[in-house]
C-alpha cells in the first residue's frame, strides 16, 4: 500500500469524529511517515509496519480506556449491574422519558401546526369564500384577517426554532445517559 | 498473545519511556517495536488516549530540516498511573510464575 491510500483509507474510517481530531490524528501519522523516510524506509515498507488503516482508525473511534494490564471487574459483577441498570430503567426512567418525549412530541406538532394555521390565514384572507369557513361570531375584516395571519405564522415559527432547541438538547441527554449505561455495563 | 493483554502492557511501556524522557511518537514506536512485535498503528491511537486522559502532555518542538515534532511527556497523574500500572504487572506476573512452577 502508498501512503495515499493508506492516509485516505484513515480518514474515511475516521469519518465519525470531528473535522478537528481527525486532522489531529491525521497529523500524527504524517509525522510518522516523515521520520520514516528519514530512516531510508519505502512508503509500503512504513503502511506495512503500520498494519491495517481500518484497524487503526477502529482504535480511536472504538470504546476507550482498555489499558489496563488486568481486565477489572468479573463477569459476574457486569451481569448484575446490567440487570440492575435494566430493572432501574424500566422502572424508573422508563415511564417518566416517554412521557417527556410524548410532550415534546406535541409540542412540536403543535408548533408545526401554528405556522401552517398562521400561513393559511394569511393567504386565506386573500379568498374571499374561506371568509365563511372562519367562524368568529363577529365579522372579520380582510386587514384583521392577514393580520392575525402573519401574526400567527410568527408566533409558530419561533414556536419552531424553541422547539428545534428542545429537541436537540432532549437528544443530546439522551445519548449521554445511553453512553453512561453502556460505560456502566462494560464497566469502565 | 491476548490483544487486550498487550494493549495493556503496551500503555506501562510507553508511560514507562516517556518517564524517563520526553519522546516523539515515532521514537517511541521505535523503542517499542525494537522488543516487542506490534503492528506499530496501535501505538498512535495509545499516546492519544493517554494524553486525553492527562496521563501525559504534548508539546511541539522544532527538528532539524523536517516539520516540527510532536513531543509527549509525563504528567504527574501519568507517574502515578506508571507506578500502579507496573505494580500491577510485577504482581501479575508473579502469579504467573508461580502457576508455571506448580
Partial sequence: ?188 | MNIQFKKGVLALCVLTLVAKKDCYGYELVQAISEDIEISEGTIYPLLRRLSKDNLLSTYLKESDGGPPRKYYKITPEGLRKQMDLEDEWKDFSKKVERILRR
Avoid at chain 1, 52 to 78: F, L, M, Q
Avoid at chain 1, 140 to 149: D, E, K, Q, R
Fill in chain 1, 1 to 188: 500500500m502508498r501512503k495515499d491510500e493508506f492516509m485516505k483509507r484513515l480518514n474515511d474510517s475516521l469519518y465519525s469524529l470531528g473535522r478537528d481530531e481527525r486532522e489531529e490524528i491525521i497529523y500524527d501519522y504524517e509525522e510518522h511517515f516523515e521520520n520514516g523516510f528519514a530512516d531510508g524506509l519505502t512508503e509500503e515498507e512504513i503502511c506495512y509496519n503500520l498494519g491495517n488503516p481500518d484497524k487503526i482508525a477502529s482504535s480511536y473511534t472504538g470504546h476507550r480506556n482498555r489499558y489496563k494490564v488486568e481486565p477489572r471487574g468479573t463477569v459476574g459483577g457486569g451481569i448484575f449491574a446490567t440487570l440492575a441498570l435494566i430493572f432501574i430503567n424500566l422502572i424508573f426512567v422508563l415511564g417518566p422519558a416517554l412521557g417527556i418525549i410524548g410532550v415534546v412530541f406535541g409540542f412540536c406538532i403543535a408548533a408545526i401546526s401554528i405556522s401552517f394555521s398562521g400561513l393559511a390565514l394569511t393567504l386565506g384572507a386573500f379568498i374571499p369564500v374561506a371568509y365563511s369557513y372562519i367562524t368568529l361570531p363577529f365579522q372579520l375584516s380582510f386587514i384583521t384577517i392577514f393580520f392575525t395571519g402573519i401574526g400567527l405564522t410568527a408566533l409558530g415559527l419561533l414556536f419552531c426554532i424553541g422547539m428545534y432547541f428542545v429537541v436537540k438538547y432532549l437528544i443530546i441527554g439522551i445519548k449521554y445517559y445511553i453512553d453512561f449505561n453502556v460505560k456502566i455495563i462494560k464497566g469502565a
